[in-house]
């Protein structure tokens, strides 16, 4: 239930901001460096690659835009894990999601300094790299501090300018270049990948696809959950898989032995347009990863915000600001620990520790929907043909993608764990607030 002395959000998120905030929470900076890899991986096979990973991506897709579809509050996957398990669970999966988003988004304040460096290699020094983390995580969050709606036309903004110059990189390499490169997808490559290469491929971009649930959690800002969420989910995809897979076929068109490249989009601009195109790659990178950024910071303090809102977290995280109608405690906490957590961690150590609680997360969103099915047989929403069964292949991928990562942060998994059980143990006896009006009982 909402705190009586703070006013309500304000719901001024449509359909296609949603798509937005999908693409945005997705296309961060990895598909900068992804084609090398994969043609590594798999070869000339590689933009199959993109279509089988997206497959996988949309069985876990499918199953948030049901869940989605029956919740119009802040919270997303904490919610679904709340109402489906009780409250243990749902605080488990909030601290979960928080550590997926702060890491994923740390990564990304990362790579804006690295892509800065390509015109000012002093930018990686520590102390201009710590001025430009401030100044870029602190701008974006003082532009969330003032509204939603301007911080959503900021993400609208952020998306048009990632997906425009790609689009004209596409249309150059595929449409308007002789083919350069005939052979650059198996040169240095296997021509015949084996399993082992099509496990690790499907492994590496099942994460590129992933982020997209970030866009659920502000559902309380949402118009429209039952039918603008799963809209903007499957519609996402669509736009996301497209750009991946012409990204991809571009590169191998363009860029000779790229197998060996360590900066694909570059390389392919450099060869269709000489030196310059490297750079405006650069600049690319750069908008992509404030955009990602943008659009984390309209999600996910709405995930701390709903913890408070429910009396599962400190009640001022809940607070709404009386001038600018958002959760402003919040946000403000979302960028500070953005910008340590980005300050004192490397890239490969918040990637790694991301893709790890990330399977956490999907796997218990999709026992959740088995759960939610048997509980709310009749909840209005959208429903998934064959959802259990969706579900439970779901579950199957996570189990068997378990084995394929990388642990050594296994601690700091424990540790967020053990916070969060400790988190429970300190609300558990305190009466567990309403639903939001959604006609739910809460859980304990």
Same mark, same amino acid.
């Given at each position: 239930?909402?705190?009586?002395?703070?006013?309500?959000?304000?719901?001024?998120?449509?359909?296609?901001?949603?798509?937005?905030?999908? %693409?945005?929470?997705?296309?961060?900076?990895?598909?900068?460096?992804?084609?090398?890899?994969?043609?590594?991986?798999?070869?000339?096979?590689?933009?199959?690659?993109?279509?089988?990973?997206?497959?996988?991506?949309?069985?876990?897709?499918?199953?948030?835009?049901?869940?989605?579809?029956?919740?119009?509050?802040?919270?997303?996957?904490?919610?679904?894990?709340?109402?489906?398990?009780?409250?243990?669970?749902?605080?488990?999966?909030?601290?979960?999601?928080?550590?997926?988003?702060?890491?994923?988004?740390?990564?990304?304040?990362?790579?804006?300094?690295?892509?800065?460096?390509?015109?000012?290699?002093?930018?990686?020094?520590?102390?201009?790299?710590?001025?430009?983390?401030?100044?870029?995580?602190?701008?974006?969050?003082?532009?969330?501090?003032?509204?939603?709606?301007?911080?959503?036309?900021?993400?609208?903004?952020?998306?048009?300018?990632?997906?425009?110059?790609?689009?004209?990189?596409?249309?150059?390499?595929?449409?308007?270049?002789?083919?350069?490169? @005939?052979?650059?997808?198996?040169?240095?490559?296997?021509?015949?990948?084996?399993? +082992?290469?099509?496990?690790?491929?499907?492994? %590496?971009?099942?994460?590129?696809?992933?982020?997209?649930?970030?866009?659920?959690?502000?559902?309380?800002?949402?118009?429209?959950?039952?039918?603008?969420?799963?809209?903007?989910?499957?519609?996402?995809?669509?736009?996301?898989?497209?750009?991946?897979?012409?990204?991809?076929?571009?590169?191998?068109?363009?860029?000779?032995?790229?197998?060996?490249?360590?900066? @694909?989009?570059?390389?392919?601009?450099?060869?269709?347009?000489?030196?310059?195109?490297?750079?405006?790659?650069?600049?690319?990178?750069? %908008?992509?990863?404030?955009?990602?950024?943008?659009?984390?910071?309209?999600?996910?303090?709405?995930?701390?915000?709903?913890?408070?809102?429910?009396?599962?977290?400190?009640?001022?995280?809940?607070?709404?600001?009386?001038?600018?109608?958002?959760?402003?405690?919040?946000?403000?906490?979302?960028?500070?620990?953005?910008?340590?957590?980005?300050?004192?961690?490397?890239?490969?150590?918040?990637?790694?520790?991301?893709?790890?609680?990330?399977?956490?997360?999907?796997?218990? +969103?999709?026992?959740?929907?088995?759960?939610?099915?048997?509980?709310?047989?009749?909840?209005?929403?959208?429903?998934?043909?064959?959802?259990?069964?969706?579900?439970?292949?779901?579950?199957?991928?996570?189990?068997?993608?378990?084995?394929?990562?990388?642990?050594?942060?296994?601690?700091?998994?424990?540790?967020?764990?053990? %916070?969060?059980?400790?988190?429970?143990?300190?609300?558990?006896?305190?009466?567990?607030?309403?639903?939001?009006?959604?006609?739910?009982?809460?859980?304990?």
């Amino acid at each position: 239930m909402t705190n009586p002395a703070s006013p309500p959000l304000v719901r001024a998120l449509g359909r296609w901001t949603m798509v937005a905030l999908v %693409v945005n929470g997705v296309i961060g900076s990895a598909i900068f460096g992804l084609p090398d890899d994969v043609v590594r991986l798999v070869g000339d096979a590689a933009p199959f690659a993109y279509l089988i990973a997206a497959a996988g991506m949309l069985i876990f897709m499918a199953v948030f835009a049901e869940l989605s579809s029956q919740f119009n509050e802040a919270g997303g996957p904490y919610l679904y894990a709340r109402e489906a398990f009780g409250r243990f669970w749902g605080i488990e999966m909030g601290w979960f999601t928080w550590l997926v988003r702060l890491t994923a988004a740390a990564a990304n304040a990362n790579l804006f300094v690295i892509y800065l460096g390509e015109f000012w290699p002093g930018a990686t020094a520590p102390v201009p790299r710590a001025l430009l983390l401030a100044a870029l995580l602190g701008t974006l969050t003082l532009i969330n501090l003032r509204g939603v709606s301007g911080a959503a036309k900021l993400s609208n903004l952020f998306t048009a300018a990632k997906l425009l110059p790609l689009a004209l990189l596409i249309a150059l390499g595929l449409f308007l270049a002789p083919e350069i490169a @005939p052979d650059a997808a198996t040169s240095a490559a296997v021509t015949a990948p084996g399993v +082992a290469g099509w496990t690790s491929a499907f492994i %590496v971009l099942l994460f590129t696809f992933g982020g997209f649930d970030m866009a659920l959690i502000p559902a309380g800002e949402c118009k429209d959950t039952r039918r603008d969420l799963p809209f903007a989910l499957f519609t996402g995809l669509v736009v996301i898989t497209t750009v991946y897979v012409l990204l991809q076929v571009m590169a191998m068109r363009t860029v000779p032995d790229l197998a060996n490249s360590q900066r @694909p989009l570059a390389d392919a601009a450099r060869s269709l347009v000489g030196p310059i195109g490297a750079g405006l790659i650069a600049i690319g990178a750069m %908008v992509s990863t404030s955009g990602y950024l943008s659009a984390q910071l309209i999600g996910v303090p709405r995930l701390t915000f709903a913890l408070a809102q429910r009396g599962d977290f400190p009640a001022a995280f809940g607070a709404v600001h009386e001038r600018f109608r958002t959760p402003h405690v919040s946000i403000l906490v979302w960028g500070v620990l953005t910008f340590l957590l980005a300050l004192l961690g490397n890239f490969i150590w918040n990637v790694s520790l991301s893709g790890a609680a990330r399977l956490l997360t999907y796997g218990l +969103a999709c026992a959740a929907l088995i759960r939610l099915r048997r509980l709310r047989p009749d909840a209005p929403a959208f429903r998934l043909p064959a959802g259990v069964l969706v579900a439970a292949a779901g579950l199957a991928i996570c189990l068997v993608m378990v084995r394929f990562i990388d642990f050594s942060y296994a601690w700091v998994i424990a540790l967020v764990a053990f %916070v969060a059980a400790a988190n429970w143990w300190t609300v558990r006896a305190r009466p567990p607030r309403d639903d939001g009006g959604r006609g739910f009982p809460p859980r304990h």
